[in-house]
């Protein structure tokens, strides 16, 4: 089944969920207007949909083997990256100082999305790579900028993050790869990574690694860990130390290559400090936090994906007579109600969550560019909040929504025929890596909420209120059925566990705050985007009123019914289990032990 990006829906979320409308006419975004930016993703649909999206299949079946210490892509990805660089889409967000286009991450997310429905393994490398860029702007050296930026920009080069080994998962305390000074401004790296995604390629000549490493003298801990620059290939043209042992064989992503880096077999490799020493921490969560968000797209891709396979099949599979279809004969499966369910499932939480990710990007680029400083904190303290929600929420739907597609193709679904076992398979690696779902839940609840004691998490809450009081002043509306005290309900819910989970943080046990985390989140995610689709369906609906016949608009009006009607509806659950749910913790050893 072939791809086709949605890009009128994602344009009309960027414009009434994410605000763009309202920044272009602030000028925060230049001369940029929302023309212009439909142009770009409709091109950007354009090379997703003809170009990147049939190696999906090819990838998933090809893999990518090693021989000797190099990998080979899969049939088709150098020369689709490469004409993918060659129209500057690497190039998009990049600072214009190193060959960048500087546009808003709002645009570069929105066509990241659009790579990763098309194929995932592909638009896993130059989400890497984006990472890297961000993160030695950020934090890079002069020198370091010069050497590397303008390459990693225009993605001659890649790049890549090297934080887990053997022994040190999430736990990076636990990291034990060296780093050693030489006495002439580099430092000589010995250890090994694991699950390093892109570590090897044939799609450039360079590969830049990003590497946390412990210098001699180092405290103990996470305020021991340095970041260096380590390139596959060191300026003057010779092979660095520092090689791929292996390649992790997956349940998914097969055409993205999940290595074993080894570093050091020679006496060490070659690389160059990036920020201060034992600062590297903070240095690589610039370029995890932009990787998050990123990730989080990913899930919106897959589902979008899944949701589009899912669809057509439906169209096409007939089964049984739908009462009421008017059909002769057997009707599409599409036209029995639970079919119906499950294809609105689908739909109205991938335009949830994709909701949430552009809102996060737009609040990304309020905080760097807004002219007051006070908007800029505030933006980047509504970024910090959103983002744990933007990674750990659109992907565990991405699962979800992928599994769904499953189940709308029966059978068929089982099989690799169809493609939709693919996306399940692709999609339950993003609920695990760039920090486990999990994580995501403890970062929200214990980093996230106590911001500014706890203004940031108020602010988002009074934000969604809002959209609920315009929502009930139209509530005389059929088309909106029972939305208003729907996701008014909802929004009650995240006030009522936001308020316990501050009031345990602020007490000397956290216990119940840990435990009660995962379903917070769940919770701020369904609270969150329904009032986004709230969002969207009010600007539908005022599009109608002002003449607009767009069929499109009655669409998101009804999807933002069925979300609040069918899927918002779950909050109340996950209020009593945040509240009344932590129990479970005094007991678990017990029970886990018999």
């Not at 769904?404 to 089982?414: A, L, N, P």
């Not at 009006?557 to 109340?572: D, H, K, S, T, W």
Request: proline content about 5%.
């Amino acid at each position: 089944m072939n791809y086709r990006a949605p890009t009128a829906d994602m344009l009309f979320t960027m414009r009434h969920a994410a605000g763009l409308d309202q920044a272009a006419a602030s000028g925060l975004y230049g001369d940029l207007t929302a023309e212009d930016v439909g142009g770009i993703l409709d091109e950007a649909a354009r090379f997703a949909g003809e170009v990147i999206a049939p190696l999906n299949r090819v990838g998933d079946t090809a893999g990518t083997p090693l021989e000797d210490g190099r990998v080979t892509m899969p049939p088709g990805f150098r020369e689709a990256y490469r004409a993918w660089t060659e129209a500057g889409w690497n190039a998009l967000p990049g600072p214009v100082e190193h060959g960048g286009q500087g546009l808003p991450t709002l645009i570069a997310v929105a066509c990241a999305e659009m790579w990763n429905a098309a194929a995932m393994a592909f638009g896993l490398g130059p989400l890497l790579t984006a990472g890297a860029v961000e993160a030695l702007d950020r934090h890079g050296s002069e020198e370091l900028k010069a050497r590397y930026l303008t390459k990693l920009v225009s993605g001659d080069w890649t790049g890549t993050m090297n934080l887990t080994e053997p022994q040190a998962g999430s736990d990076l305390a636990a990291l034990r790869a060296r780093a050693e000074p030489a006495g002439d401004g580099t430092y000589r790296i010995t250890g090994t990574k694991i699950y390093i995604t892109y570590g090897e390629h044939d799609l450039t000549e360079n590969i830049v690694h990003l590497v946390l490493a412990r210098l001699p003298d180092a405290p103990a801990g996470t305020r021991g860990i340095s970041l260096f620059l380590v390139p596959k290939v060191l300026p003057d043209g010779s092979r660095n130390d520092l090689r791929c042992a292996g390649i992790e064989h997956k349940l998914g992503i097969h055409g993205s290559p999940t290595c074993t880096m080894v570093y050091g077999d020679g006496g060490g490799a070659t690389g160059w400090l990036v920020g201060e020493e034992n600062r590297g921490l903070a240095c690589m969560f610039t370029m995890m936090n932009n990787a998050r968000l990123l990730v989080g797209i990913q899930g919106v891709a897959v589902s979008e994906r899944a949701y589009q396979a899912a669809l057509a099949y439906a169209g096409e599979r007939r089964q049984g007579r739908a009462p009421g279809s008017g059909h002769e004969g057997m009707s599409p499966i599409r036209d029995h109600a639970d079919v119906q369910r499950m294809l609105l499932t689908m739909k109205a939480s991938t335009a949830a969550a994709r909701a949430i990710c552009y809102l996060t990007a737009a609040c990304l680029d309020r905080s760097r560019l807004a002219g007051d400083a006070d908007e800029r904190a505030r933006a980047f303290a509504r970024a910090s909040l959103l983002t744990p929600v933007a990674k750990a929420y659109s992907t565990d739907l991405g699962v979800e929504i992928a599994s769904v597609g499953i189940q709308v193709h029966g059978g068929m679904g089982f099989v690799e025929v169809t493609g939709a076992a693919q996306h399940l398979r692709d999609a339950r690696i993003l609920p695990i890596y760039e920090g486990t779902n999990g994580i995501q839940a403890i970062d929200l609840v214990t980093r996230k909420l106590p911001l500014a004691s706890g203004a940031a998490v108020r602010a988002e809450i009074a934000a969604m209120r809002g959209i609920v009081r315009r929502l009930i002043a139209r509530g005389a509306l059929d088309a909106f059925g029972a939305a208003a005290p729907r996701l008014r309900d909802a929004v009650e819910s995240l006030d009522k566990a936001t308020s316990f989970m501050l009031r345990a943080l602020a007490g000397n046990d956290p216990g119940p705050a840990l435990a009660g985390a995962a379903p917070y989140l769940r919770l701020f995610g369904l609270a969150s985007g329904g009032t986004l689709l709230a969002e969207i369906a009010l600007a539908a609906s005022a599009a109608r009123e002002a003449g607009d016949v767009d069929p499109a608009h009655l669409a998101r009006i009804a999807l933002c019914r069925f979300f609040a009607e069918n899927v918002a509806v779950a909050a109340g659950g996950l209020e009593a289990t945040v509240l009344g749910g932590a129990d479970f913790a005094a007991g678990a050893p017990l029970a886990l032990a018999s």
